[in-house]
């Protein structure tokens, strides 16, 4: 199947740094990628939508200043924790659609913890 | 939007027995309904999908059913493996949603010696 990258893996940082979440689909174009947070024992929460070329789309009650999402070309789609702080602390994911209808691929996850 | 329940939240069955994880969902619109593993830590791994013009789907030890009408779908394991043991989280997502999955809520799958 279609493999999508995710980078890096484990993040540690101290609280009012930003982190910036890599996403990228290897094998295939992707104009729309996802970006979930899972905290543990929970379900995948969306985050927003990534759109190519355009504004993401937000889910309601995530903040868009917060939580940057930049989506510059087919294949990469980037995710940016600016002034984090420990209740950002969580696992996010990403997730891309290649051509065939409705199968999504996730990334392998950012475990991203503040102190 | 969409909301999606899974029941049980925790699952414990002996190997070689069977699992049967349940969804609901609200939006009678939702016409994909996928099932995903994550093991711990882990990305999840699609492991079957079904589409509301069909009402049942089986891939050698795992198969789902969908009921439109009562906006429900299940996963069903037969002879049941250590290794199945993971959570599993259904999803559901709207014609139209552009894959914007709603997932349920995750149970949690063991499976004994």
């Known amino acids: 199947g279609a493999v999508v990258s995710q980078h890096p893996s484990r993040v540690i940082c101290k609280s009012g740094t930003s982190v910036k979440i890599e996403c990228r689909s290897l094998?295939?174009?992707?104009?729309?990628m996802f970006w979930y947070r899972q905290f543990p024992k929970q379900s995948l929460m969306l985050m927003a939508t990534s759109n190519e070329g355009s504004k993401a789309t937000y889910e309601q009650g995530v903040e868009k200043d917060k939580f940057l999402i930049n989506h510059a070309s087919l294949t990469l789609s980037t995710l940016t924790v600016t002034s984090a702080h420990p209740e950002d602390s969580s696992f996010y994911i990403c997730s891309a659609r290649d051509r065939a209808p409705r199968e999504l691929f996730f990334g392998s996850g950012t475990q991203l913890s503040v102190l | 939007g969409e909301n999606v329940e899974q029941h049980p939240s925790t699952l414990s069955v002996q190997e070689g027995d069977s699992a049967v994880i349940k969804c609901t969902y609200s939006?009678?619109?939702?016409?994909?309904f996928p099932w995903y593993k994550q093991e711990l830590g882990k990305r999840p791994q699609l492991i079957i999908d079904i589409r509301s013009n069909v009402g049942e789907k089986k891939d050698q030890r795992i198969a789902v059913t969908l009921n439109k009408t009562a906006k429900h779908f299940s996963l069903h394991i037969t002879e049941t493996q250590p290794e199945d043991s993971a959570v599993y989280f259904c999803?559901?997502?709207?014609?139209?949603?552009?894959?914007?999955?709603?997932f349920g809520t995750g149970t949690q799958l063991k499976v004994e010696l």
């Open positions: 999803a559901a997502t709207p014609r139209g949603g552009g894959n914007k999955l709603t």
């Open positions: 939006d009678s619109a939702s016409n994909y």
């Open positions: 094998d295939f174009q992707a104009t729309t």
